[in-house]
């Protein structure tokens, strides 16, 4: 009897590879699984699962993780205003580690013997997979064809040419990752420190211009309205929201970074959902938490994006900091007002019962209800008093 195997696949030259070798060469009963995060069709599903079926694989099973996906890792980065480096919002590396999470369920499921993924030894996303892998199904056998055996493009599809595989061999110009979270490109312009993608290689042409006004409605933190259409899951209003912000070429970006394995990268994103609702909810943020939630707020989001970029899901620690993000997100209900322009975007405002702006406690800069000038002068003797003392005793002993 042969040994299951589960491989992640995509259906594209790598996965493709990957069925074949596993199952030809070394006698695999293969399992192929694909975790949709928002980056594939209905049609699109289908004939992958067509692919999958016609290489030989045993069964093939689609996960719609959507929902999943965002109710496990993006609602945190939202609640975290999460940008890596100030400016990449963990795209593709979140989505990873959600269909890493589900390939290892699906793996314990199985009972398979082993599980692959088709990941090369040049990036981050054989971390990902790997480290998943071993705290989730520890004894698990990792196979993974293309980094074990170094194998070049050319090479794998040499391979798949002896055995008959039909498909399209011709490499894009631009590598494309697409899901709920933003969609990444790569090309030759990423690949040193200086270029910029040019305007056909964005996977969302810019076909609106002028100006429109938008309004977005959160509540606890999550985006449950855009223009008052409500939806039955916060995805859905990500989706939408995209589908209006996209064509205005809004959210794109070159991100540096540090990858896992200690070099530097570059890659191309598109994010035009992600950047306003990150932004927008930041906003809102401002108005209704007090200066110690949101100071300590940053300081442990920044760690969570970092930690989730390395592929550190199942940390308990980021049990810890979910847990004070969603608390931190009590009050934080209102709409915030934004205008789209092409390339760009601007928030204009919020309104929530719980704004802490509110004109009944005094106006910045203007009066105050709360104190009086004679208040203020015994407080800034006292909350200088410390320092104060500090200065005197330095000068009493400058001559020593």
């Keep these: 009897m042969s040994k299951k195997?589960?491989?992640?696949?995509?259906?594209?030259?790598?996965t493709t590879y990957c069925v074949k070798y596993l199952s030809e060469e070394k006698g695999y009963e293969v399992h192929s699984i694909i975790v949709n995060t928002g980056g594939f069709s209905n049609d699109e599903l289908k004939k992958i699962e067509s692919h999958a079926y016609k290489l030989g694989v045993k069964t093939h099973t689609t996960v719609d993780a959507v929902r999943s996906y965002y109710d496990r890792i993006i609602k945190y980065l939202i609640f975290g205003n999460?940008?890596?480096?100030?400016?990449?919002?963990?795209?593709?590396?979140?989505?990873?580690l959600s269909q890493a999470l589900h390939i290892a369920e699906h793996v314990q499921k199985l009972k398979a013997d082993a599980v692959a993924h088709g990941s090369t030894g040049a990036g981050n996303d054989q971390v990902r997979f790997d480290m998943i892998f071993h705290i989730m199904i520890p004894g698990v056998e990792i196979i993974t064809p293309i980094r074990d055996l170094k194998l070049s493009r050319e090479e794998e599809i040499a391979y798949l040419k002896s055995k008959g595989v039909e498909m399209n061999f011709g490499k894009a110009i631009y590598s494309i990752n697409k899901g709920l979270w933003g969609t990444s490109v790569g090309g030759k312009e990423t690949l040193s420190s200086k270029g910029i993608l040019p305007e056909e290689a964005w996977p969302t042409q810019v076909t609106e211009s002028g100006v429109s006004s938008l309004e977005l409605g959160f509540t606890k933190g999550e985006l449950k309205k855009v223009d008052r259409k409500e939806f039955d899951h916060p995805s859905e209003a990500i989706q939408y929201l995209q589908s209006i912000a996209g064509p205005y070429g809004i959210?794109?970006?070159?991100h540096v970074g540090d990858t896992i394995i200690g070099i530097k990268g570059r890659v191309g994103f598109e994010a035009a959902a992600p950047m306003i609702i990150l932004k927008s909810h930041h906003a809102l943020e401002k108005h209704v938490l007090t200066k110690w939630q949101l100071q300590w707020k940053d300081t442990l989001a920044q760690f969570y994006g970092n930690w989730m970029h390395e592929g550190q899901i199942l940390d308990p620690v980021m049990r810890d900091i979910e847990a004070f993000l969603e608390n931190s997100q009590q009050?934080?209900?209102g709409d915030v007002f934004v205008q789209l322009m092409p390339y760009r975007f601007q928030v204009t405002g919020i309104e929530s019962k719980y704004d802490l702006m509110s004109s009944k406690f005094g106006k910045y800069g203007e009066m105050n209800t709360g104190f009086t000038?004679?208040?203020v002068r015994g407080f800034s003797k006292i909350?200088?008093?410390?320092?104060?003392?500090?200065?005197?005793?330095?000068?009493?002993?400058?001559?020593?």
Aim: glycine residues 14%.
């Design 82 to 96: 999460c940008l890596k480096n100030n400016t990449y919002p963990l795209s593709v590396s979140a989505e990873r």
């Design 331 to 333: 009050t934080v209900t």
């Design 5 to 14: 195997i589960v491989l992640g696949f995509s259906g594209g030259l790598d």
């Design 251 to 254: 959210g794109r970006d070159i």
């Design 373 to 375: 000038g004679e208040d």
């Design 383 to 400: 909350f200088g008093n410390q320092t104060s003392i500090w200065n005197a005793v330095q000068k009493e002993n400058d001559g020593d």
